[in-house]
T-cell receptor, first 111, second 113 residues
């Protein structure tokens, strides 16, 4: 049973345009969400987080939106840069429990 | 900026052999984790460790696995008798007190032949 889903295994975006990465979850107890970026042969790198008391969190080019009623969150990257090409993982947890990761979405930003 | 480090970067072993994967978490962090990622699959939680004991473990973390913090700086994952399906990237992560963000190491690629 996949509690955290990223239904797009890959996404291609033109440099300068917006990248939108989506994540859906099934466990209504999840109240804290993270996005990680992973380059080949490296560990996941934390990007941005959001807790369930907020519906938006912004950090530079990265914005995460949370829709609790739909159990959906998304990561927006604008403007997209070639260096953003990586695999993006969504992860969710309920307080005091460990994170459950989605399967990842591979983003390719084309120059 | 402090980083989580892992050694070796790549470990090749024969099926049935024991392996120890090593991690040095960030020095003031209190919570430690192991994850694995089989090639082409999602990152999977293995185990979390706090105050010198396992706080949570997944179904993957069976009796073949053990973790240890032998000297206050290293955090090790031991696989007693490796199987072919243990081939994966193993990531260590650590978290400071009062935070949820996990800082990942670069991973150890384990290849079981």
């Amino acid at each position: 049973d996949q509690q955290v889903k990223q239904n797009s295994p890959s996404l291609s975006v033109q440099e300068g345009r917006i990248s939108i990465l989506n994540c859906d979850y099934t466990n209504s107890m999840f109240d804290y969400f993270l996005w990680y970026k992973k380059y080949p042969a490296e560990g996941p790198t934390f990007l941005i987080s959001i807790s369930s008391i907020k519906d938006k969190n912004e950090d530079g080019r990265f914005t995460v939106f949370l829709n609790k009623s739909a159990k959906h969150l998304s990561l927006h990257i604008v403007p997209s840069q070639p260096g953003d090409s990586a695999v993006y993982f969504c992860a969710a947890s309920a307080r005091g429990q460990n994170f459950v990761f989605g399967p990842g979405t591979r983003l390719s930003v084309l120059p | 900026e402090p980083e989580v480090t892992q050694t070796p970067s790549h470990q090749v072993t024969q099926m049935g052999q024991e392996v120890i994967l090593r991690c040095v978490p960030i020095s003031n962090h209190l919570y430690f984790y192991w994850y694995r990622q089989i090639l082409g699959q999602k990152v999977e939680f293995l185990v979390s460790f706090y105050n010198n004991e396992i706080s949570e473990k997944s179904e993957i973390f069976d009796d073949q696995f053990s973790v240890e913090r032998p000297d206050g700086s290293n955090f090790t994952l031991k696989i007693r008798s490796t199987k072919l399906e243990d081939s994966a990237m193993y990531f260590c992560a650590s978290t400071p007190a009062g935070a949820d963000t996990q800082y990942f190491g670069p991973g150890t690629r384990l290849t079981v032949l």
